[in-house]
């Protein structure tokens, strides 16, 4: 996971690009103790998904609501390899 981006779209139109950093991985292995990463994708965890993106918020000082209350302001999260051609660092939009 470490070494791609994710890409948040919001419910009110909003998008950023945060990358996965160790910081993120850590945060998210401390929410969901004994589980693999790569784990939550097949099939998809949807809730573990979304932590993750919340955790990426928060570790690029995006305000975001609080957890669990960000899950309902979540409108897709997008995994994106950073040699991404156009691939930009963390956005705004």
Known sequence: MIGLDLRITFNDGTEHTVPITYGVAIAWEDEHPGQPMNGMLSPPRFKQILNL???ACRKAN???KMWPHFIDTVKDVEFIPKDS???QETTQT
Do not use: E, L
């Open 53 to 55: 993106a919340y955790q």
């Open 62 to 64: 995006i305000t975001v």
């Open 85 to 87: 051609p156009g691939q």
